[in-house]
């Protein structure tokens, strides 16, 4: 364990990680583990210890946080060998609902891994220059993405993050016009008014939801889920069921690479981060990431 470390984001669940990382602490004294601890201390941090910590030869890295600190740890290990254990801590934590359910100490120790597929996203930058990043879970153009961005400029923490994260949803809906997309398939261009258009590895988002499709962790594709116009209560319900792939206004698609041309300048989302605009590339790196389960 001496090459263990575990990254911690207090700031992670509305800045309820914080007293959950004390529990957790004393889970770990009472079962003898060693292990090294990094604390953020803002955005974008975990990406450069988690880069520091692939340069002192670590083996294993461990997030405690959300999707959002995975987000970032995972710019550093991809393609590195070096494995994450996902420990949780954050809100959604939707990157480790399909993994085995372990203790925190359980999951720090396992030797048990699994290879996953990331996206490869390619857009315009929120600052007009050109945005890379890699992404663990999903990424969404339209109603969801616009909630993000409303979530961000709200301000609310602590147990208020939920309240808002619905108030938010309902804004954006209501604001969204349904715009013309023009998604660009490997067979060729497809174009729809849509409410909403997902691109994921994952099952889940935002919690609670699922779309009820079926995974595989590294088979070098990705799920491309456009939501046209229909009723918010009827498209929520669906995905609290886990059947939002059945929904008349879902369609569903399996692809390698896939390019949003329009709406330009609509806000681009993944793992619950804003990251740029349209237009939009996706791609995968298969069985990049390293995963202790």
Not at 122 to 137: F, H, I, Q, S, T
Request: glycine content about 12%.
């Amino acid at each position: 364990m001496e090459d263990t470390w575990i990254i911690v984001n207090p700031a992670a669940g509305g800045g309820r990680a914080r007293s959950r990382w004390r529990r957790t602490e004393e889970e770990l004294r009472r079962a003898g583990l060693r292990y090294k601890v990094a604390i953020t201390a803002g955005p974008g941090d975990a990406t450069g210890i988690a880069q520091d910590l692939v340069r002192r030869a670590a083996t294993r890295v461990g997030v405690f946080g959300g999707d959002g600190t995975v987000h970032e740890v995972i710019q550093a290990l991809a393609g590195t060998g070096v494995a994450i254990a996902f420990l949780g801590g954050g809100s959604s934590c939707d990157f480790g609902k399909e993994l085995p359910r372990r203790t925190v100490a359980e999951r720090l120790t396992s030797e048990d891994f699994i290879l996953r597929d990331v996206l490869r996203v390619e857009c315009e930058g929120m600052d007009g220059g050109r945005a890379e990043c890699l992404v663990a879970n999903g990424s969404h153009i339209g109603v969801v993405a616009e909630a993000a961005q409303r979530m961000n400029v709200c301000g609310w923490r602590g147990r208020m993050v939920d309240v808002a994260a619905v108030v938010s949803a309902v804004s954006a809906y209501r604001a969204w016009t349904v715009p013309e997309f023009a998604v660009c398939y490997e067979d060729g261009e497809v174009r729809a008014r849509l409410l909403n258009l997902t691109v994921t590895k994952s099952n889940w988002v935002c919690g609670r939801m699922s779309f009820g499709l079926p995974r595989d962790d590294s088979d070098g594709r990705f799920h491309v889920v456009a939501a046209r116009s229909a009723a918010l209560g009827g498209l929520l319900m669906a995905l609290y069921r886990g059947e939002a792939r059945r929904h008349p206004a879902v369609s569903v698609r399996r692809e390698r690479v896939v390019e949003v041309r329009e709406p330009v300048g609509a806000m681009v989302e993944a793992d619950g981060e804003l990251i740029g605009r349209v237009p939009v590339r996706y791609s995968v790196w298969a069985k990049a990431l390293r995963v202790a389960v």
